[in-house]
């Protein structure tokens, strides 16, 4: 099993979009992850994220009408 720690707006049993960090970790990219169960400070993942795979978990709101964004 996979867990990460839990999003900002992450509940048990949805399917949110999470950034994911690419290689080089200059860019990250919107994908549709699948959660499972939850704890106080993780959450289980079911579809979505592979192991190794690093994640933007703070609130990204902001950026909800994009797929793909530059990281400084």
Do not use: C
């Amino acid at each position: 099993m996979l867990y990460v720690g839990k999003p900002v707006h992450g509940q048990t049993d949805s399917t949110i979009s999470l950034f994911k960090v690419l290689n080089d970790d200059s860019d990250a990219e919107r994908v549709n992850v699948k959660l499972g169960r939850s704890s106080v400070n993780t959450v289980e993942i079911l579809q979505g994220l592979q192991i190794g795979d690093k994640v933007i978990l703070s609130d990204m709101s902001q950026w909800d009408n994009v797929d793909r964004i530059r990281l400084k």
